[in-house]
């Protein structure tokens, strides 16, 4: 049973450019969480997405956006990037109707330049 | 807001000795789920035990369980018998109904040493 993947495993962007990260949730999971973990801090919460929408928000600005794809796999968009943006990328899943834990994937590590 | 907040930094412990890592939260809700998960060096975030405020029972996974103490909004992790393996960052997260987000604390850094 395939855990939770995500894609690339480390990036490296220069300042304004436009990233992309891709999750695929654990087998039999249908919601999918993206957190920024910042050096040192804990996780913070960007958005969560069921049913190919938007379901949730976190305090992030516009330039995070997200999708799901109808085999629940889901990417992460940021544009424009900022220096500050540099951190690790978690993505969760969940399942929507079952236990509500959620499973982590190993994350990006994004590094803006 | 909900807020989650573990005030030990750092910790170590000798190994095969017990360990309580503390946090505590702030909520007005009353349905709500507490987590402790495990990130260590290689960052894979790792759910180690959870508990539904509902439940006055502490739950118990192995080596690892907790003191929940909902009217003090408490919930310590203690780790017995503490293994090499177990040197990790561990979070406290705090979920509010059974499908939110998870708001995380800040992070308890524990080295055992042999």
């Known amino acids: ?113 | 807001a909900q807020t989650v907040t573990q005030s030990q930094p750092e910790m170590s412990v000798q190994e095969a000795e017990t360990v309580t890592l503390s946090c505590t939260y702030d909520t007005s809700e009353n349905n709500y789920y507490l987590f402790w998960y495990k990130q260590p060096p290689s960052r894979q975030m790792i759910l180690v035990i959870r508990q539904e405020a509902y439940k006055q029972q502490n739950a118990t996974e192995n080596r690892f369980s907790v003191n929940f103490q909902k009217a003090a909004k408490s919930f310590s992790l203690k780790i017995s018998d503490s293994q090499l393996g177990d040197t990790a960052m561990y979070f406290c997260a705090f979920m509010w109904g059974s499908q939110g987000n998870l708001i995380f604390g800040k992070g308890t850094k524990l080295s055992v040493k042999p």
């Not at chain 1, 490296?12 to 654990?26: A, D, E, W």
């Not at chain 1, 993206?34 to 929408?53: D, K, M, N, V």
């Not at chain 1, 956006?65 to 500050?84: R, T």
């Open chain 1, 1 to 113: 049973d395939a855990g939770v993947t995500q894609s690339p495993t480390h990036l490296i962007k220069t300042r304004g450019q436009q990233v992309t990260l891709r999750c695929s949730p654990k087998s039999g999971h249908d919601t999918v969480s993206w957190y920024q973990q910042a050096l040192g801090q804990g996780p913070q919460f960007i958005f969560q997405y069921y049913e190919e929408e938007e379901r949730q928000r976190g305090n992030f600005p516009d330039r995070f956006s997200g999708h799901q794809f109808p085999n629940y796999s889901s990417e992460l968009n940021v544009n424009a990037l900022l220096l500050g943006d540099s951190a690790l990328y978690l993505c969760a899943s969940s399942f929507d109707r079952g236990a509500y834990e959620q499973y982590f994937g190993p994350g990006t590590r994004l590094t803006v330049t």
